[in-house]
């Protein structure tokens, strides 16, 4: 079964500091992978999505993260973090005509 | 552009009552629909999704249950609630594009069940 692992439950930053969360996936072949985030308060919102083509992938508000087949990893990273990056991150991984299969989930605290 | 509807925001329901949430999604035709609970620190559970009208797969067996009577429609229900219940509920919907889906979240119902 596919499953999709986020290490770090919490992160807590300063502002300006840069910011990489780690995601691995199961699946060994063609997968799809996906970042969404969760402000406080609001729902799930997709930052950014990898189907094929170049492993790194620019998504919204700065984020971009990097698709690793080798370590099936898809780590999500921002150069220099804000305060209203404060969210729940989720990485999420899909193949074929199966449904989405998300990560736990890592809490960004971004204090001043 | 396509729009996801769910009510109620938040519901207050006492054990063993029954349940009922709405999920609506405008702007698209024959979208897949799922149903999530999100529950803190263990990220989105899904328990069901739908490919078309009348077509409902369960993923996590339980108390609950989702019909989708209408195209862009899909209902989540409870003859009888449990404590366990409790917790934010998170409808989707997709489109497939290519080779893959990319969901599309509402803005979820918050059950707390006394």
Redesign the interface.
Known sequence: AQSVSQHNHHVILSEAASLELGCNYSYGGTVNLFWYVQYPGQHLQLLLKYFSGDPLVKGIKGFEAEFIKSKFSFNLRKPSVQWSDTAEYFCAQHQGNTPLVFGKGTRLSVIA | SQTIHQWPATLVQPVGSPLSLECTVEGTSNPNL?W?RQAA????Q?LF?SVGIGQISS?VPQNLSASRPQDRQFILSSKKLLLSDSGFY?C?WSVHE???????????TRLTVL
């Open positions: 799922y999530y620190g263990r990220g989105l899904l999704y993923e998170l989707a290519g080779f893959t889906d990319t969901q599309y979240f509402g803005p979820g």
